[in-house]
């Protein structure tokens, strides 16, 4: 895919590490110029110094328009068009530690603050995604949903809600801009257990490390946690020209683990 983003900006949230870094670095080898965009600073800023001068650094809260605003009018000041969206920011819920997640004890305060990170900042970004793409009628919006935004997760009800709800917005962008005429593609990518640091609490670092991931992919066809570079691999082919007849699509990366009963390997003699 090597010259396949050639003179095309993008911008990735979420991208100071896991998925939207990985996403970065495949753009950057493509040859696009890159906005990374965070609220971790320290991480951010040192991986686009680390990308070189294709990629730039931008402080980026997604649930504040504001911020959206600033972020999207220095990329058109400075590139003069905005090509690519990836729409990657995201939290669990879980990030300050063990809190009730289900429907019946979630307290509001928690399902709130997802959805605000995981809808809300989808939104917004979609919404300042196609203003910037309107001059040049062309552009691709690609959204990092889930595996739980098609199945029901009891114990992570905002998460899964959120995820859903993104899926569901990338197909109504997808349908609008079509409806205005341009040729603005939206998409969803719905990963499942994608080795990234969000995991490490749960993996650690012992001896029983192998046996705990294992336990955890255990339900996966493929038996194994997918990598950052093989969600990268999609992000990069929604973004390229080569997918322009791709809108409001969704793709599963989940190691089989969506396409029906667990498949037992057949042991050899």
């Known amino acids: ?14 991208a ?10 495949a753009f950057v080898d493509a040859g696009g110029f890159v ?28 649930r504040s328009e504001d911020d959206w605003q600033r972020v999207t009018a220095q990329a058109l000041g400075e590139r003069g068009r905005l090509d690519v969206l990836v729409n990657n920011a995201g939290i669990t ?3 300050q530690g063990a809190v009730a997640h289900d429907p019946e004890n979630a307290s509001l305060a928690d399902w709130q603050a997802v959805h605000r990170t ?17 001059a040049q009628r062309t552009g691709s919006i690609i959204n990092i949903s889930s595996r739980s935004g098609l199945v029901g997760i009891p114990g992570a009800a905002a998460y899964a809600s959120s995820k859903a709800a993104v899926r569901n917005h990338s197909k109504t962008v997808a ?21 990234t640091p969000i995991w490490e609490p749960m993996l650690g670092t012992g001896d029983d490390r192998a046996a705990r991931m294992a336990a955890l992919v255990r339900d996966t066809p493929l038996r194994r946690f997918g990598l950052p570079e ?38 050899v003699e």
């Open 1 to 14: 895919m090597t010259g396949k983003l050639h003179s095309k900006t993008a911008l990735i949230t979420g």
């Open 16 to 25: 100071a590490q896991g998925i939207g870094a990985a996403i970065a670095r």
């Open 35 to 62: 906005y990374l965009t965070d609220i971790n600073d320290g991480p951010g800023a040192d991986l686009a110094r680390a990308l070189g001068d294709q990629a730039r650094y931008l402080p980026l809260d997604v």
């Open 93 to 95: 819920g879980f990030e």
């Open 118 to 134: 995981n809808l809300d900042g989808v939104f917004l970004g979609c919404k300042y995604a196609i203003r910037s793409m309107r």
């Open 175 to 195: 349908l609008y801009c079509a409806e205005q005429g341009l040729k603005v593609r939206c998409n969803s990518i719905h990963p499942a257990a994608i080795l």
């Open 230 to 267: 093989e969600v990268a691999a999609m992000a990069l082919l929604l973004a390229c020209d080569d997918a322009t007849y791709i809108t409001g699509s969704e793709f599963n990366i989940d190691g089989g683990l969506l396409a029906g009963s667990a498949a037992t390997p057949v042991q």
